[in-house]
């Protein structure tokens, strides 16, 4: 008998999904460990934290506002990973689209039916125009587009500040920090939880349907595992690069759309709170399926809502990226060890065969 | 193991007798779940000798030598070095104890220097190391163990023999006695291969030993002392070469009996060699981005029923022909004709719709998307087509029917359709690629080099595929490195040199030596060099890639 435990080229869905529980457990346990050796009662933080997320309804309605945002990014940034493409700006895009749509709710009055979606038309429009050159770049010069994309964000965050405390600041209450309220705004569903919520649900259904089940996602699959092989079998590998990364910049500029139109009302900086980074972590999480966005965004908004729980408990807000870094960390050793299994062979039960013979063949 | 051969006068240098040999194996075992990858496998390595390892694709070699060199760990058995048992825990160990591997896949950087590859994760590296002590530390190696390099050449801009020097200069120093090549060869040129075995005799005539993996059964009787023959993870005899044949070391390999018939003649049956061709190049040039010409005015026709040959040392155009013959690669100069009238635009797509199947030279990294699975993978030609593609969907069942049917032509098994397609052998590979492709080949079909690195089974088993294919009546191109299949299989044959075709020769009275001269460059009446205006000719590399 011989045992050893040995990598599995494959693993199965079912197996990998236990590892990863074990690895949030793990993590939520050394957060936990953590905080009862800084002196604080983990109980009773665990408590609070579950009581103001999962357990009451402002805590869930808080849960839906994270993950509206946390679904486009994610998705935004799943897509492009499809085809071998990072796109690191989906922050950037997010403030583009939040641009595009306060332009138009801003100095174009009207009725909500007809403003709202042409603030979500020009919100899209930004945001894939904010990731055109990047997109360009990379389907026909090859230029990396981690470096482009990434660079762009801080042009659009700072573009966003100059627009909310220059030209389009607040003329009503005169302060500095944010245009005024937009005069038009999603209607509410349920509690502060809007229609954004449930339209990023579908589209990350449609896309999960489009990347897996369409002959176009089948072309970006196919591109993305070997550019070589797609080339060799006649797909247009440019243009569909440039198509993902454009759909990936509207859906980013979308979850911009959601944010200003639906929860802020304003656009002010630092509106993108991180969400953009965050549907990086979303991407990473989802490895690659646009089905998988759905429970990773719910994970990271979950997170995100229990971070803002423990700032009222007087912890630093590092401590939500601390976690966040420690779920990654754990969810990608847990990852490579679902390969493992260990593996006990009998050798068969065969006579040996004779060698070392000198003999003639 | 019982009797070991101590005294053995038929290699030089002469071993005093009772040498223990550099390497002794006892009984190796290793498994795989579900799989038998070694059985009890015993084998010695004396000084002074070139041991041939054969075996099928799947016999067993790369684990036994992966054993060897601690990147596997045994089951069972035992590995006793110069007479002491070892226990090797990790690569390092095995390089330390002076076991050097050169595998078939380069593990080289290629953006660093040679220089930088050579020293790259060794304990001589001296501490403050300037490219230029690196250089001249290169240089000296390179002249004492004789493979000529050079130190401050990019890699990624060598040939694949540059790069195999490097590599073995790179175990060498590492002061190896014993040296495993893992199917060296196949990536070389025969100048290469003269170049290559002649530094494998001369560290042979040092009292160092060599392992030598290979499929080309001529080399091994050229090259080794003794031939050890792996047939499903079980070493099956080991023989001195001096007492074998090709044709008995092929029958021990499978252990069956190979049956060579005339690959040219027509099933009865057989569709007849169309009179007017299928697809025609009219003076078809390409230029490669830095403007040199790679494919120089080519004319040719393909008739459906016949196989053509393309013969010539690897990069004289073979790729560019093949490239531009599957739409591929555009042309500079002149044109490409599909049943008498202009092709479209180089649009691999249209050519496939058309019934052009193309086998490419390159399966993993060109034909296949390595990580995805088998169903994917075997989609990849008729993904736009009915029943997979319809009204711009890919249907995953229709899909995972046409993978089964291939699979199932290809006589392949596989684990389930939804393993990755790098986990199949290279030959597994192979099939399916070639099967994937004569599905759509229903006009002509281009095979280049589809029986590299195949064993002579699966080499079988593909040609047996293209004229198969060739009784339907399709056109089939074949481009090989082999002349004995091509002088086997195809009707006429073509032979590339510098980008020209040479010649189209008939096959049936075409011999080796003029294929030869043509493949030199020579013409073949009166010898004189028909490349002569040729100012500066391609490299002859694969360095135009």
Redesign the interface.
């Known amino acids: 008998m011989?045992g050893?435990l040995?990598r599995?080229?494959?693993v199965t869905p079912a197996r990998r999904l236990a590892w990863r529980a074990g690895a949030v457990v793990t993590a939520l346990a050394i957060t936990t460990l953590f905080l009862a050796l800084s002196g604080r009662d983990p109980r009773l933080l665990a408590d609070l934290v579950v009581r103001s997320t999962v357990g009451s309804r402002f805590g869930l309605e808080d849960l839906a506002l994270f993950l509206t945002p946390l679904l486009l990014t994610g998705a935004a940034v799943t897509v492009t990973g499809r085809i071998g493409v990072w796109n690191i700006g989906a922050e950037g895009q997010f403030y583009a689209g939040a641009i595009g749509a306060t332009a138009i709710g801003l100095f174009l009055p009207g009725p909500a039916w007809l403003v709202l979606p042409l603030m979500a038309a020009s919100g899209i429009a930004c945001g894939m125009g904010w990731i055109l050159v990047p997109a360009l770049a990379r389907a026909y010069a090859g230029v990396n587009e981690i470096i482009t994309t990434l660079l762009l964000n801080f042009v659009a965050g700072l573009l966003t500040t100059y627009l909310a405390v220059g030209p389009w600041h607040d003329r009503v209450t005169g302060a500095l920090a944010s245009t005024g309220r937009l005069p038009v705004r999603i209607p509410e569903i349920w509690g502060v939880v809007h229609w954004g919520f449930p339209i990023a649900l579908v589209i990350v259904l449609a896309l999960a349907w489009l990347t897996?089940?369409?002959?176009?996602?089948?072309?970006i699959?196919?591109g993305g595992?070997?550019e070589?092989?797609?080339?060799?079998?006649?797909?247009p590998v440019r243009a569909r690069i440039l198509g993902v990364m454009l759909l990936s910049g509207g859906l980013a500029a979308l979850a911009g759309v959601f944010e200003v139109a639906g929860t802020v009302h304003r656009l002010q900086g630092g509106l993108a709170n991180n969400f953009g980074y965050f549907g990086i972590v979303v991407a990473v999480l989802a490895r690659g399926s646009c089905l998988n966005v759905l429970p990773a965004a719910l994970l990271m908004a979950f997170i995100l809502n229990a971070g803002i729980v423990l700032q009222t408990q007087q912890l630093t807000g590092s401590a939500v990226l601390a976690i966040t870094g420690l779920v990654l960390f754990m969810i990608a050793i847990a990852d490579e060890l679902a390969h493992y299994?260990p593996?006990t062979?009998r050798?068969?039960t065969?006579a040996?065969?004779t060698?070392?013979?000198?003999?003639?063949? | 193991m019982t009797d070991l051969p101590h005294a053995r006068n038929d290699v030089p240098p002469p071993i005093p007798p009772g040498t223990p040999p550099i390497l002794q194996l006892q009984g190796i075992c290793k498994y795989f779940p579900g799989v038998i990858a070694n059985q009890d496998v015993s084998l010695d390595i004396a000084p002074g000798e070139i041991h041939a390892l054969l075996g099928e694709n799947g016999a067993g070699k790369s684990t036994l030598m992966n054993v060897v060199t601690g990147i596997y760990q045994p089951d069972g058995g035992e590995i006793i070095l110069d007479g002491y048992g070892q226990v090797f825990a990790a690569p390092q160990d095995a390089i330390r104890a002076g076991i050097g591997m050169v595998h078939q896949h380069f593990k080289l950087v290629p953006a660093f220097t040679v220089a930088e590859n050579i020293h790259l994760g060794w304990r001589d590296t001296p501490f403050l190391a300037s490219s230029k002590v690196l250089e001249a530390r290169t240089r000296a190696l390179s002249e004492r163990f004789g493979f000529s390099v050079r130190p401050d050449a990019i890699v990624a801009d060598l040939s694949a023999g540059e790069q195999q020097r490097v590599e073995i200069l790179r175990v060498l120093a590492r002061q190896a006695r014993l040296l495993i090549l893992d199917e060296p060869t196949a990536v070389l040129t025969p100048a290469e291969t003269r170049d290559l075995f002649r530094a494998l005799r001369a560290f042979r005539a040092q009292g160092n030993a060599v392992i030598l993996i290979s499929h080309k059964l001529d080399e091994v009787i050229d090259i080794s002392d003794r031939i050890s023959i792996l047939r499903a993870g079980r070493n099956v005899g080991t023989y001195r070469t001096a007492d074998c044949t090709a044709a008995g070391l092929a029958t021990t390999m499978v252990g069956r009996e190979i049956v060579r018939r005339d690959l040219r003649a027509r099933a009865p049956g057989a569709t007849p060699i169309a009179p007017t061709p299928v697809l025609s190049l009219r003076g078809a040039t390409c230029r490669d981005p830095r403007g040199v010409e790679t494919l120089r005015d080519v004319t040719l026709d393909l008739h459906g029923g016949e196989i053509l040959g393309i013969a010539g040392v690897a990069g004289n155009g073979q790729r560019e022909l093949t490239q531009v013959l599957t739409g591929m690669m555009p042309l500079s100069a002149g044109e490409i004709l599909l049943d008498g009238t202009p092709a479209p635009l180089a649009d691999p797509a249209a050519f496939a719709r058309a019934g052009i199947g193309h086998i490419p030279e390159d399966r993993l990294r060109s034909g296949l998307a390595p990580a995805l699975d088998i169903t994917d993978n075997m989609a990849l030609r008729e993904y736009d087509r009915p029943p997979i593609g319809r009204h711009g969907l890919y249907d995953r069942t229709a899909a995972n029917h046409l993978a089964q049917t291939i699979v199932e032509a290809a006589e392949v098994r596989v684990p389930d359709l939804a393993t990755p397609i790098r986990n199949l052998s290279g030959g597994n590979q192979q099939r399916l690629v070639a099967r994937r492709e004569i599905r759509i080949a229903s006009r002509v079909l281009v095979a280049a080099y589809p029986s590299r690195g195949l064993d002579i089974g699966a080499i079988a088993t593909v040609l047996r595929y293209l004229t198969e294919l060739r009784d339907q009546g399709v056109a089939v191109v074949l481009v090989s490195e082999d002349l004995e299949e091509l002088l086997n299989v195809a009707d006429r044959i073509g032979v590339l040199f510098h980008g020209r075709l040479m010649a189209t020769i008939d096959a049936a009275t075409a011999d080796m030596e003029t294929i030869g001269l043509l493949m030199g460059g020579r013409s073949a009446h009166n010898g004189t060099p028909h490349g002569g205006s040729i100012p500066d000719g391609p490299t002859q590399d694969g360095g135009q890639a």
């Open positions: 011989a050893s040995q599995q080229p494959t897996t089940r369409t002959r176009w996602g089948y072309q699959t196919i595992a070997n070589q092989a797609a080339r060799y079998a006649g797909i299994q593996v062979v050798p068969a065969v040996p065969v060698v070392g013979k000198e003999a003639r063949p």
